[in-house]
Structures are given as C-alpha cells and as structure tokens.
C-alpha cells in the first residue's frame, strides 16, 4: 500500500459523457501528479500540481481539467468523453515539488467509456 | 525532448534464473535519475530501483541491480534468481531537467516459468 488512494476503481460510462476521478496524496505530500496508462499509448504524464497550484503539464487534453484543493486532494475531470478516453489513470504524489526520489502511485482508476 | 525505448516488448525467464530487461534513454542533461517501476496483474506501480546519473556505481536493490552507462545512456535491469512473483510489466522511466514528471518507456512483460 502506497499510501495514495484513487477513487472509484472502476467507471464506466458513455460517450459524451462527464466524469470525476478523485486521488488522496500521502500524508505530507504536497505534489499530485496524474498519468494516463493506455494500450498505445503507454504512460503519459497528464498534469501536476503542488500545493493548490498547477506546475507542469503534459499530454493533457482540452476537454480534461484537474485541481487540487486544500486539503491535497486532487480531482481529474475529463467531459466530452470519447472511446479513446478508456484507460487506466494513476494519481501519484511526492514530497516536494521536484521528487528525485520517488513518486508513490496510486491504484488507479479504470476507466471505460463505451 | 527526452524519451526512453525498451526495445523488448516481452522476455521470459525460468524461475532462478537471471535476466536483464534493457532501456535507453536520451537527454541533453548533465542531472537526471533514472527508475525502474514494476507493475503486476494488480496494477499498482512499485519502484524497484532508482539511480542518480552522478553515481558512477550502480544501484542495487537485493536480487535487482542495474547496468547504468552515462555515455551510452543506457539503464538495464537485471534480476538474479527470478521468482514467480516477478511477474510483471516493468517500466523504465527518467526524470531529470526542470519538470515534475517521471517519462516512462513502453514497458516490457516479464514471464517467470516454473
């Protein structure tokens, strides 16, 4: 156990639709990062953020947004959801805001969208 | 912009047995570390070694070790004694420079037969 939790574990929905994955970061960490695991496309880095703010983005899409609130917690939004958005998502967290050391990952939440 | 190869898509090894699962990577810095994460059936992603490419010696990890050449930039693992339990997709990844974010390659799937 990683001390980051994800929820739900699953999900599955429509095309079209919205929906709201939650991460809780270890107690401590200040840094959320999010990563989308797919088929083709591997896993790719989404966006992080540190403390409240959003500090680095990668392949992430416009019709995904994240946050992170106050308490750490972090919640990944994806709307206008498309067959291709089915994938494993990962929440992971550090320390600081640059981790040499390493990023504890969540389980994920799986994603389906049919 | 870095990236990371695993040439191997899928290895196999017989249990107690040693393989060495390979990566390359390419960057224009000089600090950067380098890790090796384990994934099972379970999904979770699990750190199994970490190098720091100022450390001319290679980490090692009880029965996992590394093969880290700077000039080469090349970072393999090798697992001594393998276990049914190794079972899984591994992934090279790098972090290094200004970002936040870990940057994985494709992943290789390790078979352990008993």
């Known amino acids: 156990d990683s001390g980051v939790t994800q929820t739900p574990k699953h999900l599955i929905t429509a095309t079209g639709q919205r929906v709201t994955l939650r991460c809780s970061p270890r107690?401590?960490?200040?840094?959320v990062y999010w990563y989308q695991q797919s088929l083709d496309q591997g896993l790719q880095f989404l966006i992080q953020?540190?403390?409240?703010?959003?500090?680095a983005k990668g392949n992430i899409l416009e019709r995904f947004s994240a946050q992170q609130f106050p308490d750490l917690h972090s919640e990944l939004n994806l709307s206008s959801l498309e067959l291709g958005d089915s994938a494993l998502y990962f929440c992971?967290?550090?320390?600081?805001?640059?981790?040499?050391?390493?990023?504890?990952f969540g389980p994920g939440t799986r994603l389906t969208v049919l | 912009a870095q990236t990371v190869t695993q040439s191997q898509p899928e290895m196999s090894v017989q249990e107690a047995e040693t393989v060495t699962l390979s990566c390359t990577y390419d960057?224009?810095?000089?600090?950067?570390?380098l890790f090796w994460y384990k994934q099972p059936p379970s999904r979770q992603m699990i750190l199994v070694i970490r190098?720091?490419?100022?450390?001319?010696q290679n980490a090692t990890e009880n029965r996992f070790s590394v093969n880290f050449q700077k000039a080469a930039k090349s970072f393999s693992l090798k697992i001594s004694d393998s276990q049914l339990g190794d079972a899984a997709m591994y992934f090279c990844?790098?972090?290094?420079?200004?970002?936040?974010?870990?940057?994985f390659g494709k992943g290789t799937k390790l078979s352990v037969k008993p």
């Open positions: 992971a967290s550090s320390a600081s805001l640059i981790s040499y050391n390493e990023q504890f």
């Open positions: 107690s401590g960490d200040l840094s």
């Open positions: 953020y540190y403390n409240g703010e959003e500090r």
């Open positions: 960057t224009s810095e000089s600090d950067y570390y």
């Open positions: 190098q720091e490419a100022y450390k001319q």
């Open positions: 990844a790098y972090y290094g420079g200004s970002q936040g974010n870990l940057i």
